[in-house]
């Protein structure tokens, strides 16, 4: 965490942590996203709205390393990078926390946070750090859990949410992207999750939040890129912005030229 | 991992390590109850109990040595059908792979090859079987039940068809103690199934290629995303699964002396008979080659003392049939009480 805020100098916060622009992937006929783009920067939320079918989900995808694009340019610090394997992505510090939470269910909880990449000791498993670890973790979020030892099979739909946000954190993830995360919440597990992310704004990180509750949205997004049929229908500051305003773009009532999505 | 639904002295251990509050184990009682292996080893126990009282000469070390010889075969080959079904494949041609490693030593063998390069010329082929069904299941997406029924017609049908189908003997004697000699009283090829099996236990239990087995059998598309080369380590878990398939009917041949073409007809079900009634699941993620060892003791010791109870055999496959199903229902009621909102 430390590692993020450090960096975090007047400049970081100009330049966006994470450019995707123009990105354009299509499945046979379907167009998924054409030519959109976005911006994150460190320590804000933008949060990704549109409806069902604006390619939000593919959006999330294609920095999550599961869908290659068919064009386009991904630029981390400004630099560019090529996302081709889930690995890459978690490897240049883009965490997913996926819709459908890609857990295991038979797992632990303490495998499931250090799913992929466990901690090593040789050629074995430090399984005695990996508990100490995911409990220390679940035990900072204040993630409430009976053991890190029980599968995740066994958790409430709040709970799992939870170890799928843990283990983002865990991957030191600069930007985090999560897809619903307060979809299948209650009122007070939907609470806990927005201490969470407003704990890792806080924290550096640039968050990328999809999501089609707008309650939601206006509370935490410093900023609201609005998605329809796979293109930038508009983006807006939150605090400069009506509710009315974005539902009209995610309709379509309303659009924006494209050329002025990019930031001044 | 799934030890916490299994008893197990090292998890108790670790439990002891780090004893907080989120990092505490399973109730011990709740993870008997639900365990296969504790009702194995009860069943285990009253079985024998039952044939000693009818056949005192069911516990003498001569019937037992016989009844773990008799075990191995299956246990070698089970160990890593073990790994195929916790990584939700299926691997239906072990007993036809088995037999090409039978014959490919025989003929080797007696054709004037020296015994290492025989050996491992018939591993070899077990590791190429294997290789071809672990690509078509993961690259060319058929599924494994399909694939490795076709291995194993083409595997059974090919050894068949280059050998002739004749018995081979005599095989060298150097190489027939391979599979007939022991040490210290102890026979050789119950010490090749402890070595095989505390490495097959290992690998599950305590290496990350261990730990993403399971995570592959849980939940496929959750180990992708998460960085898990999954076609890699599934290819691997059939290459496993071939090599001891062909290891095994290697150790056959040096047991009987040649090179038999009858050998493994129904093996594939006797091996994964052993490993469901050993707890673990069909549906991928979890199971242990513990549970598997003890399955392959179940129809070992089933098989020695319905003879020794002057019981049909025929009425072997009966009781076989029975634990299998019994299992399965096991391990739906242990999953249903795992996992919220199971459904299958």
């Known amino acids: 965490m430390n590692e993020v805020s450090g960096s975090m100098t007047d400049s970081a916060r100009d330049h966006p942590l994470l450019e995707l622009r123009n990105a354009s992937k299509a499945f046979g006929n379907v167009v998924a996203l054409a030519n959109a783009s976005l911006f994150a920067y460190a320590g804000s939320v933008v949060a990704l709205v549109g409806d069902n079918g604006a390619g939000k989900s593919t959006m999330v995808k294609v920095l999550a390393g599961v869908h290659r694009m068919d064009s386009g340019e991904l630029f981390l610090d400004g630099l560019p990078v090529t996302i081709d394997t889930p690995s890459d992505a978690q490897g240049l510090g883009i965490s997913t926390v996926f819709q459908d939470l890609a857990l295991v269910e038979a797992l632990d909880i303490a495998a499931n946070v250090y799913l992929g990449r466990p901690i090593k000791r040789g050629i074995f498993v430090n399984r005695p750090a990996m508990l100490e670890g995911a409990a220390d973790l679940l035990r900072d979020l204040r993630i409430r859990v009976p053991s890190v030892r029980v599968p995740v099979g066994s958790l409430s739909g709040g709970q799992r949410q939870g170890v799928a946000i843990a283990r983002s954190v865990l991957q030191h993830g600069r930007v985090i992207v999560m897809d619903e995360p307060t979809a299948a919440l209650g009122i007070r597990e939907t609470r806990h999750v927005e201490e969470i992310i407003v704990e890792l704004r806080s924290n550096g990180r640039a968050i990328i939040l999809v999501s089609h509750d707008l309650e939601l949205v206006f509370r935490m997004a410093d900023r609201i890129e609005v998605l329809r049929l796979g293109a930038v229908q508009g983006v807006r500051e939150t605090k400069s912005t009506t509710r009315e305003e974005i539902v009209g773009l995610i309709t379509g009532i309303l659009k924006e030229p494209v050329a002025n999505q990019r930031p001044a | ?344």
């Open chain 2, 1 to 344: 991992m799934t030890r916490q639904a299994e008893p197990s002295t090292i998890s108790s251990a670790e439990a002891a390590g780090v004893d907080r509050a989120t990092t505490g184990g399973v109730a011990l009682d709740q993870r008997i109850l639900v365990s296969p292996q504790f009702l194995l080893v009860a069943t285990i126990v009253v079985f024998s109990a039952f044939v000693t009282l009818e056949s005192p000469q069911y516990l003498s070390v001569l019937n037992w040595t016989n009844i773990l010889r008799n075990a191995v075969f299956i246990f070698i080959v089970g160990s890593f059908s073990t790994y195929v079904l916790v990584s939700a494949g299926l691997d239906l041609s072990v007993g036809s792979i088995f037999v090409v490693g039978a014959l490919t030593v025989a003929n080797l063998l007696f054709a004037g090859v020296p015994i290492w390069l025989s050996i491992a010329v018939a591993v070899a082929f077990g590791v190429a079987a294997g290789l071809v069904n672990g690509v078509l299941v993961n690259y060319v997406r058929i599924p494994s039940f399909i694939v490795t029924l076709g291995m194993l017609y083409v595997a059974r049908g090919l050894a068949t068809f280059v050998t002739g189908g004749r018995p081979i003997a005599p095989l060298p004697e150097a190489f027939n103690v391979i599979g007939q000699g022991d040490i210290f009283g102890v026979p050789l090829l119950i010490v090749y199934a402890v070595v095989v099996g505390v490495v097959a236990h290992v690998i599950l239990e305590y290496t990350p290629f261990g730990l993403a087995l399971r995570a592959i059998g849980g939940n496929r598309e959750a180990a992708r995303v998460a960085g898990i080369d999954v076609r890699r380590i599934s290819v691997v878990v059939y290459m496993l699964s071939g090599a001891s398939a062909a290891f095994a009917g290697m150790l056959m041949s040096a047991r009987l002396g040649s090179g038999q073409p009858s050998v493994g007809t129904g093996f594939e079900l006797q091996v994964i008979s052993a490993v469901i009634i050993g707890g673990t699941s069909m549906f991928g993620g979890i199971g242990s080659v513990t549970g598997t060892a003890l399955g392959a003791l179940v129809l070992s010791i089933l098989a020695n003392g319905l003879i020794l109870l002057r019981i049909d055999p025929t009425l072997q496959n009966v009781m076989v049939g029975c634990i299998i199903v019994a299992a399965v229902a096991i391990d739906q009621f242990r999953r249903s009480r795992m996992f919220r909102g199971f459904r299958r």
